[in-house]
């Protein structure tokens, strides 16, 4: 681990003294002290508070030996684009294999999206979803299947069950794209994205129905995506008509229109005459 090595060096690149960082946490600068020589170990609490006040995820400030990076990814770092992004080793996903050692699709139903919250990174809690196959799909990539709730996403609907392929590098989002995004905060969620991780390091979110308006969320933020592959539903998605019938059916209804401004106008002309 390069906890003790890295905070020394985050702080010391800030200009920042074991004071100045012992006040900003709460922490004795003794205490703070025997982090930094490695004769203490910190809790998960104080681990959270380390990455909320340098703004970089956990398994970062454990795993990646930060003096180690270039200036310009240190400068990517420190504008909250956390090299975790890239999608190193160092974010494992929780998964399960069948009899043959090849990767399960597991099932999240709905019921199961709350546990989904704590559990995702536990794999006695992913080892309990229930699993099936889809012949159809790679089985050199890693997919999961979510249950949709709610009418964000109509015309698919709700209810419907959406299969994503893990995605290790966010760069790789396309925007425009739909996505599935799982954070802490929201949750699963299922939505088209604009990608703006190199610019502001934030995700867009955007819902198809035009009622539902986009927001965003930071990388830092965000747990596990997954690219959409498709959906499996009961229900068929309402119809849409072609182009063509479309217009057909607009210039339908100008016609109509103007059948019946012309019989009113004729009603009121006669009305006039009787007067």
């Given at each position: 681990m ?14 920042r ?23 203490a ?42 090299a ?5 080793n160092?974010?494992?996903?929780a998964?399960t ?5 090849r990767e399960?699709?597991?099932l ?27 012949p ?9 299947t ?7 996403m ?5 209810g ?18 739909a ?7 929201d949750g ?10 190199k ?7 955007y819902?198809l ?20 592959v498709n ?5 068929l998605?309402d ?19 103007q ?17």
């Amino acid at each position: 681990m390069y906890f003790a090595s890295n905070i020394k060096f985050l702080r010391k690149r800030r200009g920042r003294t074991q004071d100045d960082v012992a006040f900003a946490l709460n922490l004795k600068r003794s205490t703070l002290s025997g982090y930094e020589n490695g004769v203490a170990q910190p809790g998960i609490e104080i681990l959270i508070s380390f990455s909320g006040y340098f703004n970089i995820s956990i398994d970062t400030i454990l795993k990646l030996d930060i003096s180690k990076l270039s200036e310009s990814q240190l400068g990517e770092l420190e504008r909250g684009y956390d090299a975790y992004v890239k999608g190193s080793n160092l974010r494992v996903l929780a998964t399960t294999v069948n009899s043959r050692n090849r990767e399960n699709i597991e099932l999240v139903p709905e019921k199961a999206k709350a546990g989904y919250t704590t559990g995702y990174a536990d794999p006695e809690y992913i080892g309990e979803l229930p699993v099936f196959t889809l012949p159809f799909l790679s089985d050199k990539k890693k997919y999961r299947t979510f249950q949709l709730k709610g009418d964000s996403m109509l015309p698919i609907p709700d209810g419907s069950w959406v299969t994503g392929e893990y995605l290790q590098d966010w760069m790789d989002i396309i925007s425009g794209k739909a996505y599935i995004v799982f954070t802490l905060d929201d949750g699963i969620v299922f939505k088209v994205v604009e990608n703006n991780l190199k610019k502001d390091g934030k995700l867009v979110l955007y819902s198809l129905n035009p009622v539902y308006e986009p927001y965003e969320v930071h990388v830092n933020e965000v747990k596990e995506i997954w690219k959409f592959v498709n959906y499996i539903s009961s229900e068929l998605p309402d119809p849409v008509l072609p182009e063509k019938q479309l217009m057909q059916a607009v210039a339908g209804m100008k016609h109509d229109l103007q059948r019946i401004k012309a019989r009113l106008g004729s009603e009121i002309s006669d009305i006039d005459e009787e007067k």
